[in-house]
């Protein structure tokens, strides 16, 4: 019995030290209308393929800093139109389809993220601190991965309901995207537009994996510098070739 309790120990201090890899699976739940209306049925259906496969994602946690990214999957070009000029010259449109690279940090003590961003050449971190309108926490329980969550349900300030489900188990407070400031790692979110839930958990992680970000990168602030970061995003658009940017 003794032997077994120590057993038992060990694995509970080796999963709850400051050291953590967790593995995601995030399902969209948008439909792919929202993002271009322009595209054509068949590149439509291909894409909404794509997006209905999970896509893995992970987050890593040390000393109290987190780095959150996804696994990019294989994106796809589609032959739109081809409208013939003359003899030797035929325009040929394009709709090419990409889920961009996430890439999420967050300081121990910083009260906000750095999110990595892509519009064309334009690359920056996107600095903004989440704002709740309110959070309830509430008594349903749920297993996930063996371990047991509790509810947390987060109103956005849209008015959108979030549900958080988080692990007491780990004493850090970590999780996917932005919400990592409840009292346990959170294992699973649901949304009106996505599900992402932990499918794995574990001390793999290595410090080659905590990716650093980048000193040469800008920095923008989301509230002070809002209008630069539309300016950046509508030049991105009016790239002639149809390209639908997914980002998750």
Known sequence: ???????????????HAQNLKV???????????EYSSESSSAFKNQAEEKL????????????????YKNITTEGFVNEKERKKVDERTTNIAKESFVIKPIKIFHKKNDPGFYQYQNFGDDEFYKYYTP????????????????????????????????KV??????????????????PGLVLKVE??????????????????????MNP?????????????????????????ETHTDIRL
């Open 165 to 182: 489900w988080y692990a007491e188990e780990f004493p850090v407070s970590a999780g996917p995207y932005v919400y990592n400031s409840f």
């Open 131 to 162: 704002k709740f309108s309110k959070v309830e926490y509430k008594d349903d329980v749920e297993q996930i991965e063996k371990y047991t969550c509790k509810l947390a349900e987060v109103t956005l300030d849209n008015g959108g309901l979030v």
């Open 52 to 67: 209905k496969k999970p896509q893995k994602q992970i987050l890593y946690f040390n000393e109290g800093n987190t780095f």
């Open 216 to 240: 040469k990168l800008k920095v923008f602030d989301q509230e002070k510098d809002r209008d630069k970061i539309q300016e950046i995003m509508k030049n991105a658009s009016k790239v002639k």
């Open 23 to 33: 593995e995601y699976e995030y399902v969209n739940k948008q439909n792919l209308n």
């Open 1 to 15: 019995m003794k032997y077994t309790l120590f057993i038992s120990l060990f694995f509970v201090n080796l999963i």
């Open 191 to 212: 949304s009106a537009n996505f599900i992402v839930y932990a499918t794995k958990i574990s001390n793999d992680g290595k410090a080659t994996d905590f990716e650093a």
